[in-house]
């Protein structure tokens, strides 16, 4: 969604100096955070309990409880079975007032006075149409928005073999939904959707998209001129109360290899906490990329 003009001097500039973009750069320490939402309890299970309803109670995913948990067979469980329940997250606070859409974790955070009044579900953009992080603005809206297609998307409809349109008008077709919030980058947005079981995904054109609830709270409380940081950190480092370090990773759109977790285990070693953390147990956090916050302090 950059201008043809823009792509083809990049390109140039890049094609321009193989030399220097040869040389790999250090990877940068993952920045330490301290701020954590949800809660993390051990439950032990009462006569006649399963997995499921248990859970639920707690808001975590039955399935991600029972892999937490390493349950060989979740709909069996024993009683007086202890069970790790976890909504813990760590919240990339790249700023006090205002939105930060991390990509790497597919949630839209909402903060005010350095707290998280809100936090939603997100899609971003995939692989091929990743959305741009950078610091940006609101700057305006629209309640039932038309979608002018952007001359690279008519271009997938038609190798796609689908219709191609130009404009799509207000109404269930339209992939906008009913709500847009503009941001200072042309053509990107945080926008409602048609299809809301795309949300928590990457499945979008590198735009911000909500369920359609979601995005008409954020229409309607979220004004002209608030800050929004979008970022892309699969992998979160947090220092909160006595020193405890946390650490939560997400899987992303692709698999990680050995390399990239020995990557990931570098920028932890080199964060300003990387002398209290196992290191171990940050390759294993990693690998797991269970979506949790969990603790990766060295045993004293």
């Not at 301290?34 to 309890?41: F, K, L, M, T, Y």
């Not at 940081?229 to 405890?244: E, G, H, N, Q, S």
């Not at 990680?256 to 290191?279: F, K």
């Not at 269970?290 to 990766?296: D, K, N, P, Q």
Request: hydrophobic share 40%; aromatic share 6%; charged share 20%.
């Amino acid at each position: 969604m950059h201008s043809a003009v823009k792509g083809v001097g990049l390109y140039l500039l890049c094609a321009a100096l193989p030399a220097i973009t040869a040389i790999a750069a250090e990877p940068p320490p993952l920045p330490v955070y301290d701020h954590v939402i949800g809660e993390q309890v051990i439950h032990t299970v009462t006569q006649g309990e399963t997995l499921v309803p248990i859970a639920k109670r707690f808001g975590m995913a039955p399935h991600l409880a029972a892999v937490v948990n390493r349950l060989p067979d979740p709909n069996r469980l024993h009683l007086g079975q202890r069970l790790l329940l976890s909504t813990r997250r760590i919240v990339p606070a790249t700023l006090r007032d205002g939105i930060v859409i991390n990509a790497g974790d597919l949630t839209l955070y909402w903060l005010r006075d350095g707290e998280v009044a809100e936090s939603f579900p997100v899609g971003v953009g995939r692989v091929a149409w990743q959305t741009p992080s950078g610091h940006y603005t609101i700057v305006s809206r629209r309640h039932d928005p038309v979608w002018h297609v952007p001359p690279s998307i008519q271009r997938e409809m038609k190798e796609q073999g689908h219709e191609v349109k130009k404009k799509v008008p207000p109404g269930p077709d339209n992939p906008l939904g009913k709500y847009w919030l503009q941001l200072s980058v042309p053509a990107y947005g945080i926008h409602g959707t048609n299809a809301p079981w795309s949300v928590g995904k990457y499945t979008t054109h590198g735009c911000v998209r909500m369920r359609p609830d979601d995005i008409e709270r954020l229409y309607r409380v979220v004004p002209n001129g608030t800050p929004v940081d979008v970022i892309d950190d699969p992998v979160k480092l947090a220092r909160i109360a006595d020193d405890m370090i946390l650490l939560e990773a997400h899987p992303g759109p692709d698999e990680r290899t050995a390399t990239s977790v020995a990557q990931i285990v570098e920028r932890v070693r080199a964060s300003e906490v990387g002398n209290l953390v196992d290191l171990e147990t940050a390759a294993r956090v990693i690998r797991d990329a269970w979506g949790i916050a969990v603790a990766v302090n060295k045993t004293k």
